[in-house]
Nanobody, 123 residues
């Protein structure tokens, strides 16, 4: 059974930084992808970013690409989201996700999901 567990969320002032971590268990995604989505209150879920394990290629949404960085750990089951210059509009529940393949679809949906971690940015 695949499990994804996020950590690192919390309350931060605007302009601050947070680093989210996600650890997967139950399988590795050496030929697939891991990534992050977020959902703000009253809004639809949106993709934040994704990373291909095999190539290291990354995707970041336009709204965050100048402030956030996605990276993978040395083990093939950990992904990080470094968030800098946070804004109140970044407030959301952030979900880690993983997929058996990396492709355009990872910006829409992935196979496996964590339960989410709340990030609150105060203005």
């Amino acid at each position: 059974q695949v499990q994804l567990v996020e950590s690192g969320g919390g309350l931060v002032q605007a302009g601050g930084s947070l680093r989210l971590s996600c650890v997967a268990s139950g399988r590795t995604f050496s030929r697939g992808a891991m990534g992050w989505f977020r959902q703000a209150p009253g809004k639809e879920r949106e993709s934040v970013g994704a990373i291909s394990w095999s190539s290291g290629n990354t995707y970041l949404a336009d709204s965050v690409k100048d402030r956030f960085t996605i990276s993978r750990g040395n083990a093939e089951n950990t992904v990080y989201l470094q968030m800098n210059s946070l804004k109140p509009e970044d407030t959301a529940v952030y979900y880690c996700a993983a997929d058996s393949a990396y492709g355009p679809h990872v910006t829409q949906n992935m196979d496996y999901w964590g339960k989410g971690t709340l990030v609150t940015v105060s203005g």
